[in-house]
C-alpha cells in the first residue's frame, strides 16, 4: 500500500491517480498509524514553503516523515513536498524545514520566474529513482530550489539560470524538485521505477 500524505497541500487527486498506475493500493491520509504502516509514503506539496511547513506540522507531518525515516521505510517527497525534506527555506523569510537534508532552498538566481515548464535533468551516478531516464525532460514549477551537493546523497541535477537538485537519493528517502504526476510517460516511469523499491 502507498500512503500519500495529506496534510492539505498538494494535487493530492492527481498524485492517487498517477500512483495507482503502480497497481497498488493508495490512500490519502494523514493517520500517523498508516503513514507509519504503508510501505510507501508520498509527501506532495504546493505554495509557499513557510505555509507547507505550517500545514505539516499541524497534522504531526513533520514526525510521521521522522518515524518514517528512522523506520528505513521508502518515502518520496515531491515539489515542496521535497523542499521541506531540507534544513531550511528562505521563501517568505527563514523557515525550519523537517532536516532530513542538509541545505537551504533559496531563490533561484533566473531573470524569469517562476521555473514553469519542461526541462532536462542529468541523473545521478547509480539513480534508481531516474534509471533509465538520464538527459528526460520533466514538469517543474517553482521559483526555489535546493543547489547545494549533499555528499552522502545521489543527487540528479537540473540547470535553470543556475544548477540546482531536481532528485534526491539517500537510503529510504527519495525526492524530486518536479512534478511526476504531470510528467506523463517519463513521470510514470519515475513512479514505477519508485514503487519497484518498495
Known amino acids: 500500500m502507498i500512503a500519500i500524505l495529506d496534510y492539505g497541500s498538494g494535487n493530492l487527486r492527481s498524485a492517487q ?90 531563490l533561484i538566481d533566473s531573470p524569469i520566474l517562476p521555473h514553469m515548464g519542461w526541462n532536462t535533468v542529468k541523473a545521478g551516478t547509480g539513480s534508481l529513482l531516474l534509471e533509465g531516464l538520464d538527459g528526460a525532460s520533466f514538469y517543474f514549477v517553482h521559483s526555489y530550489a535546493a543547489k547545494s551537493d549533499i555528499s552522502d546523497a545521489t543527487t540528479s541535477w537540473c540547470e535553470y539560470g543556475e544548477p540546482f537538485i531536481a532528485a534526491i537519493e539517500r537510503g529510504p528517502v527519495s525526492a524530486t524538485q518536479f512534478h511526476p504526476e504531470k510528467s506523463s510517460a517519463n513521470g510514470a516511469r519515475i513512479i514505477k521505477n519508485w514503487a519497484a523499491t518498495l
Open 17 to 106: 491517480r498517477a500512483f495507482e498506475l503502480t497497481e497498488q493500493e493508495v490512500v490519502l491520509t494523514s493517520d500517523p498509524a498508516l503513514c507509519l504502516s504503508a510501505d510507501g509514503l508520498v509527501v506532495p506539496g504546493v505554495g509557499a514553503y513557510g505555509a507547507c511547513m505550517e500545514q505539516l506540522i499541524s497534522v504531526g507531518g513533520d514526525e510521521i516523515i521522522r518515524n518514517r525515516v528512522a523506520a528505513n521505510k521508502p518515502m518520496l517527497g515531491i515539489c515542496v513536498g521535497a523542499q521541506i525534506l531540507f534544513s531550511s527555506g528562505s521563501e517568505k523569510g527563514s523557515t525550519q524545514g523537517v532536516g532530513i537534508f542538509e541545505g537551504d532552498v533559496s
